[in-house]
């Protein structure tokens, strides 16, 4: 497929091509295209205009056909030998670059898509109501969270301190349960205008790709705080997005059928051929994998959510971000420590024997994703990193 010389254990293979921003030494960051274990330098190859820039926004403002136009080329580079001569000056090893956030921020929305998740956490938190909140069946429960803390993998996450419930008492103090939310996020290139909506068949338009999430989250703050507008400083204070964005297109062989949808959803919900994506993810802790949760379980599908977003009128900008919210299946797959330690009341044993309920200081937390390539093959997505850092 590829003249380069691809190994297995490379975190990318010929065809994923997913895009970030990328530095070497004394040089401004520039945009550039993960392959095997180097990064290809997209200015020389395919342009200043959108490629050398500090962040991906404008190639992701450039639309769908650029993006389609931009990839069949790539595609071309690194399967067709014949343009080796061309292509090798312009691959940076991937261990001498510096990564950055690859795109900014404009909004920050996470839903709530995970069946076997808002059931899990409505059995620990409301236990005496019914496990899934009235209107979870009938739209994509979400809600806006801070843009400005998205940070790229790799930045420490500071324990967060806050209020919390202790005893009948309320006290300030670091989190004592700090969490993480495995998450796949999706990241909007082309905008809408206000007062219009972006129906469910428009998603391929609009979104350009898919990073890995985890959206750090502290359990005591966000259970004192979050009655009746939700979560506010318990998930406020750093959500990593992965340094490689996946383009859509790279997860075409990863396309399958949402999980069948009862009671029958809003017609603006309704789409001719939903989709979900076969993401399989795997978290580990301090080098421990404690799940593999599965995103092919979403209840409600990345192009509703964007319609549910918009339906209102609501209006995208380029590079917006919206994260499915944690992804759980069946116990222990599962995206937060939250349900896979049921609250804590059953710890997790790594590797090293000890043992863990939430997050220490010092964990490092590691979401890895694979999915269908084409023929038969599974590409790896990248990962998402972090370390817990003390409260000061
Ligand atoms: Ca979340």
Redesign the pocket.
Known sequence: MTWLPLGDDDPFDAWTLPYGVFSVAGASPRVGVAVGSWVLDLTPLAGAELFDHPTLNPFLAAGRPVWDAVRARLLELVTDPRHRDLVEPHLVPAADVRLGLPFDVADYV???ASQTHAENVGRLFRPDNPALPAAWRQLPIGYH?RAGTVVVSGTPVVRPSGLRRAGDAVEFGPSLRLDI?A?AGFVVGTPSALGSRVPVGAFEDHVFGMVL?N?W?ARDIQAFEYVPLG?FLG?SFA?SASPWVVPLAALAHARVAPPLRSPAVAPYLRDAEPWGLDVSFSVSWNGTVVSRPPLRSLYWTPAQMLAHMTVNGASVRTGDLY?S??VSGVRPDCGSFLELTWNGTEPVTLADGSTRAFLEDGDTVTIRATAPGPDGSRQRLGAVTGTVHPSP
């Open positions: 996470d839903f709530y969270g939310e998450e999430v959206d989250s979560p998930k959500t994260a919210g944690t």
